[in-house]
Nanobody, 118 residues
Framework: QVQLVESGGGLVQPGGSLRLSCVAS????????MSWYRQAPGKQRELVAT????????NYADSVKGRFTISKDNAKNTVYLEMNSLKPDDTAVYYCKVGRDGYTFVHWGQGTQVTVSS
């Protein structure tokens, strides 16, 4: 059974940092594309960052480039999102996803809330 469990969210002041974790089970990270998405209140879910199965290809949304870093530890079957210089606009529920749109193997985590506020 595939499971993705996110953690690490919380309340942080502008300019602060958080590290999100996504622990995967039921599959191995080195076989699939992994992604972080976020959804702010009243907005559509948007792609934040992706990391390929090999880990060699990484992409970021323009809004987070230079501030967020996606990484993974295959031994721990965990994907991370390091978030620095956080802004109020980063406030959202952050979701972990495995797989690519259009393929049958696509699963989402339950999300973790990140709130950036003074």
């Amino acid at each position: 059974q595939v499971q993705l469990v996110e953690s690490g969210g919380g309340l942080v002041q502008p300019g602060g940092s958080l590290r999100l974790s996504c622990v995967a089970s039921g599959f191995t990270l080195n076989s699939y594309l992994m992604s972080w998405y976020r959804q702010a209140p009243g907005k559509q879910r948007e792609l934040v960052a992706t990391i390929s199965a090999t880990g060699r290809n990484i992409n970021y949304a323009d809004s987070v480039k230079g501030r967020f870093t996606i990484s993974k530890d295959n031994a721990k079957n965990t994907v991370y999102l390091e978030m620095n210089s956080l802004k109020p606009d980063d406030t959202a529920v952050y979701y972990c996803k495995v797989g690519r749109d259009g393929y049958t193997f696509v699963h989402w985590g339950q999300g973790t809330q990140v709130t950036v506020s003074s």
